[in-house]
T-cell receptor, first 112, second 114 residues
Framework: SQTIHQWPATLVQPVGSPLSLECTVE??????LYWYRQAAGRGLQLLFY??????ISSEVPQNLSASRPQDRQFILSSKKLLLSDSGFYLC???????????FGQGTRLTVV | KQEVTQIPAALSVPEGENLVLNCSFT??????LQWFRQDPGKGLTSLLL?????REQTSGRLNASLDKSSGRSTLYIAASQPGDSATYLC?????????????FGQGTTLQVKP
């Protein structure tokens, strides 16, 4: 069966520090991968998606970047965090004919 | 541009009640519609997925329906239990998308009182 792992679960970082969140998927090959952000009281916003290794599409201009160094690995990064980067970050994958999406457990990022 | 709306934003019911959560979307050209559950501080759990050619899907006490012509989907929960308390999100996938990008509603937060 397929599983998705996302870490860390919580993170407190000072303004201006770098960020690296990692997501890996097991049990499937060539999945579509996604990073979403869920701000307090708001819906989920798609940040990045990837349909293959090295292929990254950005949905909104921001202080963050994403990379896909391996087929089932998706990384969210920032060189210098802003207060506004605080939020709940969710990684997801989909594949196959139905494109059903499956989500990780999320990372709560607090920038102080 | 696809917009997804969920009403009400919050709902409180006594245990045992049958209830319906509503989801509406503006663009009927969808590939599928997916319902998720989110517990506080947790990720999303996929509950049901309805493909555009289907009208409903069932899993246990949950039944989701899809009416593309009216731009609506409903999630029916039978015999609600306190363990059903969570936020329920619906998300639509555009029919022209081969990337799986979902458009989410804001969610309905359900509280089932013992």
């Amino acid at each position: 069966s397929q599983t998705i792992h996302q870490w860390p679960a919580t993170l407190v970082q000072p303004v201006g520090s770098p960020l690296s969140l990692e997501c890996t998927v097991e049990g499937t090959s060539n999945p579509n991968l996604y990073w979403y952000r869920q701000a307090a009281g708001r819906g989920l916003q798609l940040l990045f998606y990837s349909v293959g290794i090295g292929q990254i599409s950005s949905e909104v201009p921001q202080n963050l970047s994403a990379s896909r160094p391996q087929d089932r690995q998706f990384i969210l990064s920032s060189k210098k965090l802003l207060l506004s980067d605080s939020g709940f970050y969710l990684c997801a994958w989909s594949a196959g004919g139905t494109l059903e999406a499956f989500f990780g457990q999320g990372t709560r990022l607090t920038v102080v | 541009k696809q917009e997804v709306t969920q009403i009400p934003a919050a709902l409180s019911v006594p245990e045992g009640e049958n209830l319906v959560l509503n989801c509406s979307f503006t663009d009927s050209a969808i590939y599928n519609l997916q319902w998720f559950r989110q517990d506080p501080g947790k990720g999303l759990t996929s509950l049901l997925l309805i493909q555009s050619s289907q009208r409903e899907q069932t899993s246990g006490r949950l039944n989701a329906s899809l009416d593309k012509s009216s731009g609506r989907s409903t999630l029916y929960i039978a015999a609600s239990q306190p363990g059903d308390s969570a936020t329920y999100l619906c998300a639509a996938l555009r029919s022209t998308s081969n990337t799986g990008k979902l458009i989410f509603g804001q969610g309905t937060t359900l509280q089932v009182k013992p």
